[in-house]
């Protein structure tokens, strides 16, 4: 696959994920669409890595940090889930709607 | 020795927190944990100051660069967990078991901050981007009210992961487009890259997480959310040194590509566009608000918007004019934050119908407010006017005379908002006569920072000075 | 051939399992449509020539994040029971929105000229190599993301547990 | 004593007098009375000793320089400004004296004395201004005075109405006059009154013969206004809410002559243009024969004086306008004295009976008043035209100088109003003297009481004045630098057929004692419904003028508010909504937030796609 | 330190010493402003008395560089107009705080507003740098918002919201403006000076002219965007009033001149026939509407609407030559005694106000027996309004109209009819309020006239109108020199 393929792959990977994000109910389902999201980039950055970068560590130790990124990022964003569905008892994204206007 | 002389501000940070953790892990009373963050703030401010005539690159070149821009900012941003630690003496609406970690966080997003500030390198600029976003996230959960605070550090943090998202995937593309992650390679590969109008694109990428932080639209969402809902003191840094942080980095990765001339025509169009909507949006949404948090969160927008007209001239005024807008507007909404601080310790929202009586409960909490408006309104004497006007100028030096009224139209119409404020503090009878008990600490840095924006608007010329030279050093 | 053949079948386990993610109502059927798509972004990420990477994916992401978030998903019962209406308003906006961004960017994608290099050596790819460069180049990137899982745990447990009485 | 330090010593006396009292005196009536009277006599005896030496070249002093206009403040001191002056101060002294008693009672009596003082010295200082802006000036400044004195008594709601209208209708002369001055200035380049009228680079030289019809035209207006011509005459009447004095003084003397005077002074220009001089002469004359018309149906007292006042008016500016300098100045000085003398005579009547009512006050035993009833008759005579009384002479010389060009529609009309004037003058006298009996009223038996010496020795004095004004014709035409002519008797006999005919009518309809005491016009009730409204101008005043004025400030103020101000307003509620719309963006949908985000990023994508 | 940086000095040092003054010494606050309004006064009459008027031009310049980089400095001088201007801040701002002597209500905020505006107004008037210029004009255009909000009456709400909305809308104008003639000029450098020798291009001034017209106009009253005047003197209490129209609003018209005009020749002439033509609608206009006010203050401000209209026509005529002089002459000197003048009014409607707490005319009715010395000033006002000679302002109405009449004859002639507008409603406040019968309702207020100090005020001003009135050329005389140097640009 060249490295066109691969951004397409990309490309329609994000934006699954950013559909998943725009339209999923469950938040947890959200999330999944942003680490989509984040993985798409990971993609990216492998691909770049492969085919347009000299020195293939750099890319590599990208990822590796989006992915320990990734991971600190779930750990906080699950926990205010849990916060949330303390008190609202849902995690659903169309129920927060409390604050607006 | 040098690194470390060179990377003393983030030190002292780190320090700071690793203490503060400690004092936690031990169970310290919460006096002295505040002791040790105004420590920790204080000694971060001098280590910033004091680094100010240092320049150089520690680790290894290219990733990091010291120099008096960043080192400046960094000072700022210091100075605002300062502020911050300052008036946190009771933080009231953060949650109490969290009271202890409280400014351990705040301090690691000020680490954060001040890495962004220095990077030169796309992880490096990415990683320290979401340590200073993390810390906020979290903190913003802790509110005491948990029905008040899951919402809003809901939908605050999930923008912020879809933004920063965006952000990356645009990162990734920088780093294939230029085959380097070295912000100084990619400048270096400017005339080859600025023709390809992914570039472009992929800029705007890389800005939306800061933009995200910045609160522009089309980014801004959270922003009234997030001020209206959080704790006091967290807001109070979301809009101090945070704004001053994403503007310095909107001003590195802009500096970085100005010297693309006419080919960045396009992207300071879209900036130009983003800047009017946000301003506009903000004011507009701000004229009709119930909450004083809310409103000035709208107003963040709108300033938003503001320092972008600075941002998108891509000229080294413009961005001067940004830096040093920033400065003064963290001041001026520290001073308003102050003020939502001291009366609305006991209430989880602030509403502005709960200054009434203010004048005769606290005059000198009315007085700080009067300022602080009056900055953000962008009155004189305070920082608030000659900011805008070092702006206005930037852009109109560009020959964008329909967009600087259009800006200076929707200051007239903020206008509006801001003075209801100020007529419910000055003007509306309150329900209770009693005295606003406000602690020493408090008082002197509401005197420090209202002297202060008093200072920058009438003898603004040191300021601009050290934002010019700032500036300099970013541009050359 | 059977390379490329195995390529084009990791892409679609990207894809089909991002789309069964994205589309599910059940947020089971999501995880595991997530856990399809890591699977198959580790699957490249191998053929990319990083086996490294591809293990500290399923490391990582598989075996840390995805049963992270089973974890929560437990917390929600009633959502994971009975899965919510689907928004058709919203999901229209959804599709517009990500269409949009989509096509702007792949129009601008397909115009893009990258850098071809010849593919590094292969002792640049090794495992060492990287170690190397986290301790030198990227020591900083390496420590501060230490700090940043540190003060993420802190921060996950302190906000989801149960408040307690003052400590002051 | 120079000149300069009399002239200032004739005008300013007075504005001392006013200020001293105004300022200091509110509370001392009685000294304040001193010291305007004081200043009233010291300018009678500037006036006067200026007079007798005699004309001199014009003082004038720079009073300010803007560009290229320069204003000067300065004194024209020839012939008709002396001989006017010394009137001017002798009438005024004689009111203040008379004052004395008339106001006696009066509780702002500074006030009133004060304003008098004011009056004084405007109206010297108009009449000896150098500059035509000085002239103006003072002008407008006695028209000032007027409007406080009319309004005297201010809790009077009809002498508040008096004082608003004579202010009103005398500006809209003054905006005429104000144009016409300024357009002197533009033509002329100065406002130096000498220099304007000199034959030699005077404005008649300077100005195209438009220009010089409209200057004079403009400034006719402001005469118009000022000396209560037809059609802004109505004020006139309805000064005479006034205290009566001041109607003696300002109403019918003097102020009200500054018009006639202005014209005087300024002739030659006047003469140089013979539109003006037509419309004039028919303004003129209509003035006289309707204001003679209200006359005659008139029972007030002071209204009768006072429609006589503006056709006498008529008179004066018909002779003026027919071209005889002399014949208008002459009887706006003889007139001033007789005019003044019964607006006094008739104070006395008013102040001892309290009535305004000619029929009332013959039946309340007026006549036993000896030096009212005197002057009464002897003043009346005066303006009717009797040999050899002043106004005899003086109204010959307008007949005269009328008839110049052959008997023509004017003068026609001019001896029907001569014929009106001796009719209802004698109507007055015959009312007051011939009432058909006299009512016991306890105020009979104390006549000293009733005209006291302050109110009676001003009487005499005007009295003897009037009586021999007729025999200065000569030195005035001399004052003037002009020789005066002599008229034959048969020029004359017109004239003194129709007084005598106007007499014998009166006499028939109210002397005789078996006359019926309504006038002759009572047999035509439509034309005596059409005098006694006053010919329906205010009336259509009422309807036209002020109406239209007060709808068009009614529609803009609609204007202001719906249209403007709402406007603004809903511009500004505009806005407002506009902050609520935007609110709803804000839907507390977060996925919503996260589109916007990405769209907009896909149409900037779009947009960098079209740099190619 | 010299004259100018004093006289700047006075209220800026009064109001720290205010600031610094505990809020119960009502008495001492009182005092410090007191002092300081009469040192300012001492001073501009010095500087009235030695400014050479002769020599003409710029005079006891200071310049301290700012903030050099961009060409900001602190440079004060002032010219013949602005020394008259300072002249009638400094007597409208004295006698502005003796009349608000018997203010109960937060005494200290009340003070500390009014000179912090005050600040303003002789900061716009002395500064010759257009960044200063600037930004002592929105000084001293928002301390009315709490003024009027605070301590006015009425509707004071919505016209304090809707004056500052306006003035500020108006400075939205002129900021992009003034920016952009900064950048125009290539000079670096904002002193006004110097600009004004610049000759820029003349597309360029006639584009950015009207904002720079419109954005002062709206301050000046300038009709169509006259609407906060009018509602903003009701509401205010009588201080704020008078320093408003008698001088807040002379700021307008004098920013006209001096950035305008000056510095703006070309687009000054180009829209000129437009503006001077809205000034006229604005003076006729404005009388119309007076005439059907039912409340004392909204028939001044309407009154204050024409006159300002006066005053801008004025400075249209001047541009087109004509009769440049006098109409620039009689604009300024109108500025001045239109200041005075308004400055008599509020301060006496204001008195009157706060006895009987009305300001419908049509509750009075003989007031003059009752309050005859406070009735007797402001007729004085009255017939100052209505133009009447041996009052400052005939002088300056004689020289526009003369300029209006020779240059543009129709319009002059409107204007000068529209003298009997003003007439009419002059005299019907009189009528209806002062005279007339006695409304024995007020008849309380006998006791309450001015009397002692509260007749000082009123006193300066009616000595001020009436010696200007008189000796018209000791204001004229240092107006006329630099009259004609700024229109040598016109000629």
């Not at chain 5, 304090?160 to 000079?187: C, D, Q």
Request: glycine content about 10%.
């Amino acid at each position: 696959m060249t490295l066109e393929g691969y951004l397409t792959l990309s490309l329609m990977l994000f934006c699954i994920g950013v559909f998943a994000v725009l339209s999923q109910r469950n938040l947890i389902a959200v999330l999944i669409g942003v680490e989509l999201m984040m993985n798409a980039a990971s993609l990216n950055v492998m691909a770049f890595n492969r085919f347009s970068v000299t020195d293939p560590t750099t890319g590599q130790i990208f990822v590796l940090i989006i992915i320990g990124l990734a991971a600190a990022e779930v750990a906080i964003f699950l926990s205010i889930i849990v916060n949330l569905y303390r008190t609202r008892r849902t995690i659903d994204a169309e129920q927060l709607t409390e604050l607006q206007g | 020795m040098s690194d470390i002389a060179l990377f003393l501000p983030e030190t002292v940070c780190l320090l700071g927190a690793l203490v503060l953790f400690c004092a936690q892990v031990f169970g310290a009373r919460y006096g002295v944990v505040w002791g040790l963050a105004l420590l920790s703030g204080v000694a971060a401010v001098v280590a910033s100051v004091w680094t100010w005539p240092l320049a150089g690159e520690p680790f290894f070149p290219g990733v990091y660069r010291v120099d008096f821009f960043s080192q400046f900012v960094k000072a700022i941003i210091a100075g605002g967990f300062l502020f911050v630690a300052a008036i946190s003496g009771r933080p009231q609406t953060v949650r109490s078991d969290a009271w202890a970690e409280m400014p351990m966080f705040l301090l690691l997003a000020t680490t954060g901050m001040m890495m962004l500030t220095s990077a030169m390198e796309l992880v490096t600029l990415y990683i320290s981007m979401e340590l200073a976003a993390y810390p906020i996230y979290i903190a913003v959960a802790l509110h005491r009210s948990r029905s008040i605070g899951g919402e809003s550090s809901t939908k605050y943090m999930l923008q912020g992961m879809v933004a920063s998202a965006i952000t990356l995937y645009g990162l990734s593309f920088l780093f294939g487009l230029s085959g380097s992650t070295y912000l100084g390679t990619i400048s270096s590969q400017l005339g080859t890259l600025a023709t390809q109008p992914l570039f472009w694109l992929v800029v705007l990428l890389v800005l939306a997480g800061f933009l995200f932080k910045l609160a522009a639209f089309p980014f801004h969402f959270w922003a009234p959310d997030t001020y209206q809902t959080a704790p006091h003191e967290v807001v109070t840094f979301v809009a101090t040194a945070s704004k001053v942080a994403a503007i310095a980095v909107l001003c590195r990765v802009v500096a970085l590509v100005a010297p693309a001339g006419v080919d960045a025509a396009m992207a300071s169009r879209v900036l130009m566009w983003m800047s009017v909507a946000a301003m506009t949006l903000g004011n507009l949404a701000a004229l009709r608000q119930g909450d004083l948090k809310r409103l000035l969160g709208y107003s963040a927008v709108a300033h938003a918007g503001y320092v972008l007209i600075g941002i998108q001239t891509m000229t080294g005024a413009g961005l001067t004019a940004a830096l040093f807008y920033a400065l003064g507007y963290a001041a001026m909404s520290a001073l308003c934050f102050l003020v939502v601080v001291e009366i609305g310790r006991d209430e989880d929202l602030v509403s502005i119908e709960s200054l009434a009586g203010l004048h005769q409960r606290a005059p000198l909490l009315a007085a700080t407010l009067l300022i602080g408006l009056f900055g953000l309104i962008g009155l004189p004497p305070t920082v608030g006017f000659i900011g805008k006007w070092f702006l206005f100028s930037a852009a109109i030096e560009q020959g964008q005379f329909v967009f600087v009224l259009v800006a200076a139209i929707n200051s007239a119409v903020a206008l509006y908002y801001y003075l209801l404020v100020i007529r419910q503090a000055y003007f509306a009878e309150g329900t209770s006569d009693e005295p606003i008990h406000t602690g020493v600490v408090t008082l002197a840095v509401a005197g420090g920072t209202t002297g202060f924006v008093i200072a920058m608007g009438v003898v603004p010329g040191w300021f601009w000075a050290r934002s010019v030279e700032a500036v300099a050093a970013l541009m050359g | 051939m059977l390379e490329q053949a195995v390529i084009y079948l990791f892409a679609a386990l990207v894809l089909s399992g991002g789309l069964m993610a994205a589309w599910t109502r059940h947020i089971l059927y999501a995880i595991i449509g997530l856990g399809i798509s890591l699977f198959g972004v580790a699957g490249l990420f191998l053929y990319l020539g990083s086996p490294f990477l591809a293990a500290m994916q399923l490391l990582i992401y598989i075996g840390g994040i995805t049963v992270a978030i089973v974890f929560a998903m437990m917390l929600s019962i009633a959502m994971t029971v009975t899965p919510p209406e689907r928004n058709r308003a919203k999901t229209v906006f959804a599709a517009v929105c990500t269409a949009a961004f989509g096509l702007g960017v792949f129009q601008l994608v397909r115009a893009a000229r990258f850098p071809a290099v010849s593919p590094a050596p292969e002792e640049a790819w090794s495992v060492g190599a990287i170690g190397h460069a986290l301790l030198t180049h990227y020591n900083l990137v390496f420590e501060t993301l230490s700090v940043v899982l540190l003060l993420a745990i802190m921060g996950a447990i302190l906000i989801a547990r149960p408040q307690r009485k003052a400590a002051s | 004593m120079d000149t300069l330090n009399l002239i200032l010593a004739t005008t300013f006396a007075p504005f001392a007098a006013f200020v001293l009292a105004i300022l200091f005196l509110m509370r001392q009536p009685r000294l304040a009375q001193v010291v305007v009277i004081a200043g009233g006599t010291l300018s009678l005896a500037g006036a006067v000793s200026l007079l007798s030496a005699g004309p001199v070249e014009p003082l004038r002093y720079l009073w300010f320089t803007s560009g290229d206009i320069q204003l000067r403040f300065g004194f024209l001191l020839d012939g008709l400004s002396l001989m006017f002056g010394v009137a001017v101060a002798l009438i005024t002294l004689c009111v203040m004296v008379y004052s004395l008693g008339y106001m006696g009672h009066d509780p702002s009596k500074t006030r009133y004395f004060a304003m008098l003082a004011l009056f004084e010295w405007a109206m010297l200082s108009f009449v000896y201004a150098v500059d035509l802006m000085q002239t103006f000036i003072f002008w407008e400044l006695v028209g000032l005075a007027s409007f406080f004195l009319i309004g005297f008594w201010y809790e009077k709601p009809s002498a508040t109405a008096a004082a608003k209208k004579a202010f009103l209708m005398t500006r809209v002369g003054d905006v005429g006059l104000f144009i016409g001055v300024l357009m002197v200035l533009q033509v002329a380049g100065h406002f130096d009154v000498p220099g304007l009228l000199a034959t030699e680079g005077g404005l008649v030289a300077q100005a195209t013969p438009a220009v010089l019809t409209t200057i004079t035209l403009l400034i006719f207006v402001g005469i118009v206004g000022k000396s209560a011509q037809f059609p802004l005459h109505t004020w006139l009447p309805d000064a005479m809410e006034g205290p009566t004095p001041v109607s003696a003084l300002l109403h019918s003397a003097t102020m009200v002559a500054a018009g006639v005077y202005l014209m005087a002074r300024l002739h030659p220009l006047f003469m140089g243009s013979e539109t003006t001089l037509g419309i004039i002469l028919i303004v003129a004359s209509m003035t006289a024969l309707l204001a003679a018309t209200m006359a005659m149906v008139a029972t007030d007292i002071k209204r009768v004086l006072a429609y006589s006042s503006i056709s006498q008016l008529g008179f004066m500016l018909l002779g003026l306008a027919a071209g005889s300098l002399f014949a208008g100045v002459f009887h706006l000085i003889t007139h001033a004295l007789f005019k003044a003398l019964l607006f006094l005579c008739s104070g006395l009547f008013i102040h001892h009976l309290e009535t305004n009512d000619m029929a009332q006050i013959g039946r309340g035993g007026g006549r036993r008043m000896r030096f009212a009833t005197a002057g009464l008759v002897v003043g009346g005579a005066a303006l009717a035209g009797i040999p050899p009384l002043g106004g005899f002479f003086s109204k010959e010389e307008i007949f005269a100088a009328l008839g110049h060009d052959g008997v023509t529609l004017f003068s026609v009309v001019a001896l029907l109003a001569a014929f009106l004037t001796a009719y209802y003058t004698f109507r007055m006298i015959f009312l007051v003297t011939r009432p058909q009996q006299v009512e016991a009223v306890d105020v009979h038996g104390d006549h000293d009481r009733a005209e006291p010496l302050s109110m009676a020795l001003p009487v005499v004095l005007l009295t003897v004045g009037a009586a021999v004004a007729g025999f200065w014709g000569g030195d005035i035409a001399r004052g003037l630098g002009i020789e005066a002519g002599h008229h034959s008797l048969a020029a004359m006999a017109p004239a003194l057929a129709v007084v005598a005919l106007g007499v014998l009518v009166a006499w028939l309809d109210f002397g005789r004692q078996t006359a019926t005491r309504t006038g002759f016009i009572a047999r035509m009730p439509a034309l005596e419904r059409l005098f006694t409204n006053g010919w329906y101008v205010d009336a259509f005043y009422d309807a036209v003028i002020v109406r239209i004025t007060m709808l068009a400030a009614t529609i803009l103020y609609a204007a202001e508010s719906r249209l403007l101000d709402a406007n603004f307003d809903r511009l500004g509620f505009g806005v407002l909504g506009l902050g609520s719309g935007t609110r709803r963006l804000q839907n507390g949908w977060v996925q919503f937030y996260g589109g916007w985000a990405v769209v907009l990023v896909g149409l900037a994508a779009a947009y960098f796609g079209m740099s190619d | 330190m010299q004259l100018l940086s004093e006289i700047l000095l006075c209220p800026v040092g009064a109001l720290v010493l205010v600031l610094l003054i505990p809020a119960r010494a009502v008495q001492a606050i009182r005092w410090v402003c007191a002092l300081s309004a009469l040192m300012a006064g001492v001073l501009s009459v010095q500087l009235w008395r030695t400014y050479d008027a002769a020599a003409g031009g710029f005079q006891f310049v200071e310049i301290i560089p700012w903030v050099e980089e961009v060409g900001i400095s602190y440079h004060l001088a002032v010219d013949g107009f602005s020394t008259i201007l300072v002249m009638l801040t400094s007597i409208v701002f004295f006698t502005g705080v003796l009349t608000m002597w018997d203010l109960e209500i937060r005494v200290k905020e009340f003070f500390a507003f009014m000179l912090l505006l005050v600040t303003g107004v002789y900061g716009v008037f002395l500064s010759q740098d257009l960044f200063f210029f600037f930004l002592f004009y929105e000084v001293a255009v928002v301390p009315m918002y709490p003024l009027i909000l605070i301590w006015g009456s009425g509707n004071r709400e919505y016209a304090a919201m809707k004056l500052v909305l306006f003035l500020l809308a108006g400075s939205a104008l002129l900021f992009p403006a003034l920016l952009a003639i900064y950048h125009a000029s290539g000079l670096g450098t904002f002193n006004m000076i110097l600009l004004a020798q610049k000759a820029f291009d003349p597309d360029f001034q006639i584009f950015v002219y009207p904002f720079v017209f419109l954005g002062f106009g709206v301050l000046a009253g300038l009709f169509p965007f006259h609407g906060w005047s009018p509602t903003g003197h009701v509401a205010a209490p009588s201080a704020v009033s008078m320093l408003h129209a008698g001088v807040l609003m002379k700021l307008g018209a004098y920013g006209i001149l001096a950035v305008g005009i000056r510095l703006l020749p070309v687009g000054a002439v180009y829209w000129a026939p437009t503006f001077a033509t809205l000034a006229a609608i604005g003076v006729v206009y404005g009388a119309f509407v007076a005439i059907r006010q039912t409340d004392f203050k909204f028939v001044i401000g309407f009154s204050s609407v024409s006159h300002m209209g006066i005053v801008v026509l004025g400075l249209n005529l001047a541009v087109l030559g004509k009769a440049g002089q006098d109409a620039l002459n009689g604009a300024v000197f109108q500025m001045f005694a239109h200041g005075i003048m308004t400055a008599l009014f509020f301060s006496t409607v204001g008195f009157i106000y706060d006895r009987a707490h009305s300001k419908t005319i049509a509750d009075f009715g003989g007031l003059g027996s009752q309050m005859p010395r406070a009735v007797s000033v402001f007729i004085v006002a009255g017939l100052c309004g209505a133009g009447v000679p041996g009052l400052a302002s005939f002088w300056a109405e004689l020289l526009v109209f003369l300029a209006a009449l020779k240059t543009y004859p129709a319009l002059g002639v409107v204007i000068i009819v529209g003298l009997v507008l003003t007439a009419i409603y002059v005299i019907r406040v009189f009528s209806q309020a002062f005279f007339g019968p006695v409304n024995d309702k007020w008849d309380d207020l006998r006791g309450l006239d001015l009397k002692g100090w509260q007749i000082l005020p009123r006193a300066i001003l009616v000595a001020v109108l009436v010696y200007f009135g008189f000796f018209p050329s000791a204001l004229l005389d240092v107006i006329d020199g630099t009259t004609s140097t700024v229109l040598t640009s016109f000629r």
